[in-house]
């Protein structure tokens, strides 16, 4: 009985004991600062790469966005960056993350590129000399040209953005450069219609188009209201984009102007996603610009933004939903970044657990 009792104690204590000799090498490891970021990126990257080809059938999904840090109350924190400058409010960084998903499932795999931008830099994973003074557009292209040319992904990689993206400029550089793009669009841009041979705004056109295919039917909550079982419906026309690119600049006399330039033209799908209640109610409406083939349903990229919603989740799950990243007391911006990275290395572990558990269920 007490040998039992003494081997039971003496492998607690071995646990405790090397557990936490473990986190203490782990957090000397992190906290150094002559770890760069990159090297912190790199389980989380090979993971990535290898689960892309198990996990992926013909294609990737890498869906990006950006989500504001707020530490307006962290007053010791250094680099803090303003939204509203007015008022001084929302200070904070600026979280860049590109997520990839599963095609075949829908599953978050690895967050491939990170960056946290602060009062006077950027922090990276894949580059340390990243332009202050770029958009995030601008760096979209920079990192989607990294992810894709350094590693020889042989999925085809489908980049899935919000409506930031709608942009005629930043569509005409991935086509240059024939990368694959689905972009949520915004009513208010025209397009023309070859089938009508005229031009409308994307709304309207959305508007004039039936119900189009069943998808399926889920669970939606929309804002304020009880969730509700609805059924998804697709319908896509071909489209093309002949605007001007516009961008903002400062003239000659110190105002800002808008300065147009005209481009090739892009032929691409328009597809408009309706969520449709028990009532025939529209609760819901996405309108979609991809350049992805007419070999992919429009069903299936439908299927494919509603994935979208997994970097929506990540970041939840680093601020509100799991590591309460808002409430962090590190002082410096760099610490707070290879938090992010360790943080992010636990939820690819939590994601790959989760499909092993699933499939043993």
């Known amino acids: 009985m007490n040998s039992k009792v003494n081997a039971k104690s003496g492998i607690n204590l071995l646990i405790k004991t090397e557990g936490m000799s473990q986190i203490q090498a782990s957090w000397r490891f992190y906290n150094n600062e002559n770890v760069d970021f990159t090297s ?11 689960e892309i080809e198990k996990q992926c059938d013909e294609y990737v999904l890498n869906a990006y966005d950006w989500s504001h840090l707020d530490y307006k109350h962290h007053h010791s924190k250094e680099g803090r960056v303003g939204k509203n400058k007015k008022t001084g409010q929302q200070l904070g960084y600026d979280h860049q993350s590109s997520l990839t998903i599963s095609d075949r499932t829908g599953e978050p795999i690895s967050p491939l590129a990170q960056n946290l931008k602060i009062e006077d830099k950027v922090l990276s994973t894949y580059n340390e000399n990243i332009d202050m003074n770029l958009t995030h557009l601008e760096e979209v292209i920079h990192r989607t040209k990294w992810i894709r040319e350094s590693f020889g992904i042989t999925k085809k990689v489908v980049d899935i953005i919000d409506r930031e993206a709608d942009s005629v400029a ?5 086509e240059r450069n024939k990368w694959l793009y689905l972009i949520r669009a915004k009513n208010n841009h025209t397009v023309y219609v070859p089938k009508l041979d005229k031009d409308l705004k994307q709304g ?11 998808v399926k039917s889920i669970e939606y909550r929309p804002k304020g209201k009880k969730r509700e079982q609805v059924k998804i419906y697709v319908n896509e026309v071909e489209i093309e984009l002949r605007r001007d690119a516009t961008k903002s600049i400062i003239n000659s006399k110190g105002n800002k102007a808008t300065e147009k330039t005209a481009g090739e033209h892009i032929k691409a799908r328009l597809v408009v996603e309706r969520l449709i209640n028990k009532q025939g109610e529209i609760v819901a409406q996405w309108i979609l610009l991809t350049n992805v083939s007419n070999s992919v349903s429009a069903e299936k990229i439908a299927t494919w933004y509603y994935y979208r919603w997994k970097i929506e989740s990540y970041f939840k799950l680093l601020k509100s939903a799991g590591f309460n990243l808002e409430k962090w007391q590190q002082k410096k911006a760099e610490a707070i970044f290879r938090r992010i990275l360790i943080c ?8 790959k657990l989760l499909i092993i558990t699933d499939c043993v269920g």
């Open 344 to 351: 992010s290395h636990a939820s690819i572990l939590l994601w």
């Open 40 to 50: 912190l990126n790199n389980p989380i990257l090979t993971h990535g790469l290898e």
């Open 170 to 174: 930043f569509m005409r550089e991935y």
């Open 204 to 214: 309207e056109l959305a508007d004039s188009l039936d119900k189009g295919e069943f």
